[in-house]
T-cell receptor, first 113, second 112 residues
Framework: ETGVTQTPRHLVMGMTNKKSLKCEQHLGHNAMYWYKQSAKKPLELMFVYSLEERVENNSVPSRFSPECPNSSHLFLHLHTLQPEDSALYLC????????????FGSGTRLTVV | KQEVTQIPAALSVPEGENLVLNCSFT??????LQWFRQDPGKGLTSLLLIQSSQREQTSGRLNASLDKSSGRSTLYIAASQPGDSATYLC???????????FGGGTRVLVKP
């Protein structure tokens, strides 16, 4: 375990479902991130939260809705997704000062059917 | 807009050979550069972090150099082993608590 835990590890959902991805970190970091990794593409940043405030929304469709209730938890709420949203969703955390080393979770493999 | 490129996209070497992985970035105003390893279907494992003021970092068989002015970093893996087979990703950060911009990765296969 890296200190960043993501659940579930795998998720299959229909296009009309609502589901949530969860990320939890116990590293004392104050910035958290959602990245999307699709086949044969570089990792794409989706959202950045620093000190629980959303500081970046990288032109992500509204069917993805992030939530950061505190500095240790990050959620990604999913609603009416499309098959092209199938990907590996990675959560990461870092400090917003000092070395700012990133730590990633193991990811949630999402399949939209 | 920062762009990060990794060449080659794939690399296959016999066991014992040294690996050299290249990363280039277009904007030299970076805060840090981080190398990661990713096994198939898994998350990213941090290997080395180089701050913008540093020239290199070492950990065991791994050594990463940074030439900020030319926008380049190189990851050296000495005496490669089959267990080193993975995808290696380079990423640059513009500021602390800010996003990382990733390269496309180099997929490495070390043959026994």
């Amino acid at each position: 375990e890296t200190g960043v835990t993501q659940t579930p590890r795998h998720l299959v959902m229909g296009m009309t479902n609502k589901k949530s991805l969860k990320c939890e970190q116990h590293l004392g970091h104050n910035a958290m991130y959602w990245y999307k990794q699709s086949a044969k593409k570089p990792l794409e940043l989706m959202f950045v939260y620093s000190l629980e405030e959303r500081v970046e929304n990288n032109s992500v469709p509204s069917r993805f809705s992030p939530e950061c209730p505190n500095s240790s938890h990050l959620f990604l709420h999913l609603h009416t997704l499309q098959p092209e949203d199938s990907a590996l969703y990675l959560c990461a955390s870092s400090q917003n000062e000092g070395t700012a080393s990133y730590t990633f979770g193991s990811g949630t493999r999402l399949t939209v059917v | 807009k920062q762009e990060v490129t990794q060449i080659p996209a794939a690399l296959s070497v016999p066991e014992g050979e040294n690996l050299v992985l290249n990363c280039s970035f277009t904007d030299s105003a970076i805060y840090n550069l981080q190398w990661f390893r990713q096994d198939p279907g898994k998350g990213l494992t941090s290997l080395l972090l180089i701050q913008s003021s540093q020239r290199e970092q070492t950990s065991g068989r791994l050594n990463a150099s940074l030439d900020k002015s030319s926008g380049r970093s190189t990851l050296y893996i000495a005496a490669s082993q089959p267990g080193d087979s993975a995808t290696y990703l380079c990423a640059v950060g513009k500021a602390a608590g800010n996003k990382l911009t990733f390269g496309g990765g180099t997929r490495v296969l070390v043959k026994p």
